[in-house]
């Protein structure tokens, strides 16, 4: 394979510009320059599919695309044709317009699961929306996140409980608590501890793991039998274990469910669905007290409703979580195999299920590192591949999955070498990369 010779020079300047007006340098923590490794840091021109070109024209293989939200590939063609077809038409109205019904109704018998849905612009709209809707339901204070899931909201009663929870009053954080995942006999101690207090249990389905067998529904039966609700978050699940989300797959039905990202193929559209009976509060049918239930300026934009409309058209039409799963586990297994073949299956680790993989990066001492991580997203990077995770979208040929194997095979080959060497900073180019949640910068 001919070398890259990935010149950034255009984007270094980019950057510096990006941190003099924008803090962070980014919209999204998660895009940070701190994010990558020292001086590989692209900032991007353009997508098409699976590719990305920064602005010094360097192409990449990309996953992760849009944060996970960009499923399909970048412009996806019946996607923006949707959307192009809605520009013309106006993009908001004083009244709701005929879309807002269709897309609803689409929805609804994409995730049958659910009997309602709101729709709003991120994800955190509709996790935050599901929390106030469950305090409201239940009239009780407290929510329940799973501690071993990483994020659910920007808003208070989410990020007061992380390492970055300067600006939110203690009487705030104090009243989110955690439970652990699959670990039924703790929540309900917890549930037990707060009794009469928890107004909702709060999780992904599944992440890395997948949940044990008949862990959901016990968890939403245990809920249900202290007064409490669960609230799916399905913001990365959803479009991507199956076309119905997670609750689909595994057959469990949730009291409320997020739904974001990969519904609007990287426009902005988000979900809050759920049982009748609770998002009616929010409606104007309910005798209870009314619960101002997601009511955002742009929460019905007219082309984003019709990126989703395309994205559930294309994935029940197109078998996409099938094609992404396959895609999937052919990464996955060239990755493991290329980490075998180099000596460093027990350092560079393939996690999770096909459809949403990662890879962890362990030291010498079989610890998580980032200065592994470091090495390792050089090497991608320098050849050509932008992967903060090894998450698929369907954009992506066989051809790329391979190239994409052949340069994580020569990154291993460094693996190796640092390892070796105990002394991973010869190939770091610079100070570690970092984590998004921490107290200071
Ligand atoms: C599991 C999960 N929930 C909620 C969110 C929040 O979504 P958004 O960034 O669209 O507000 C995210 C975003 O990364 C997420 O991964």
Redesign the pocket.
């Known amino acids: 394979m001919t070398a890259y010779k990935t010149d950034l020079t255009q984007s270094a300047v980019l950057n510096s510009r990006l941190h003099m007006v924008i803090p962070g340098g980014a919209h999204t923590y998660a895009k940070g320059e701190d994010q990558y490794p020292a001086g590989l840091a692209p900032v991007i021109s353009h997508g098409k599919g699976a590719h990305v070109w920064d602005v010094d024209g360097n192409r990449y293989v990309e996953y992760g695309s849009g944060?996970r939200s960009v499923s399909l590939g970048h412009a996806h063609p019946r996607v923006v044709a949707a959307v192009r077809e809605q520009l013309d038409r106006g993009s908001n109205f004083v009244r709701p317009s005929e879309i807002e019904l269709e897309a609803a109704e689409l929805f609804l018998a994409t995730v049958p699961t659910a009997e309602m849905v709101k729709f709003a612009k991120?994800?955190?709209?509709v996790?935050t929306a599901a929390v106030r809707l469950a305090r409201a339901a239940t009239g009780r204070p407290l929510v329940a996140i799973c501690r071993d899931?990483p994020?659910?909201?920007?808003d208070d009663w989410f990020i007061g409980v992380t390492k970055m929870a300067a600006g939110i009053p203690n009487a705030i954080s104090d009243l989110t608590v955690g439970f652990p995942y699959g670990d039924l006999a703790a929540t309900e101690e917890l549930l037990r501890r707060y009794e009469g207090q928890l107004a909702c249990l709060i999780l992904?389905p599944a992440t890395q793991q997948e949940p044990p067998e008949g862990y959901l529904s016990a968890l939403r039966d245990l809920a249900h039998r202290h007064g409490c609700l669960l609230v799916f978050?399905e913001?990365?699940t959803g479009f991507r274990w199956s076309e119905a989300g997670a609750q689909g797959l595994y057959d469990v039905i949730p009291d409320l469910s997020a739904f974001?990202?990969a519904l609007g193929n990287g426009f902005a559209v988000?979900a809050l669905a759920g049982r009748r009976e609770i998002m009616e509060l929010g409606g104007l049918r309910s005798s209870d007290e009314r619960v101002f239930l997601l009511s955002t300026t742009h929460g019905a934009e007219t082309h984003s409703l019709a990126a989703a409309m395309a994205v559930m058209e294309t994935y029940t039409q197109e078998g996409i979580t099938s094609r992404l799963h396959e895609l999937g586990e052919r990464l996955a297994t060239g990755v493991r195999e290329a980490a075998l073949a180099m000596g460093v299956q027990d350092h560079v680790l393939v996690r999770g299920r096909s459809s949403n993989l990662v890879f962890a990066t362990l030291d010498e001492n079989f610890e998580p590192s980032q200065e592994y991580r470091t090495l390792f997203m050089r090497e991608l990077i320098l050849g050509g591949i932008l992967a903060p995770s090894l998450v698929v979208s369907s954009a992506l040929t066989e051809a790329d999955i391979d190239r994409t194997v052949q340069v994580v095979a020569q990154a291993c080959g460094i693996y190796r070498k640092a390892l070796d060497s105990n002394d991973p900073s010869a190939w770091m180019g610079g100070r570690p990369v970092k984590p998004v949640f921490r107290r200071f910068a």
């Open positions: 944060l991120n994800g955190s709209d996790t899931h994020f659910f909201s920007v992904e978050d913001m990365i974001g990202k988000s």
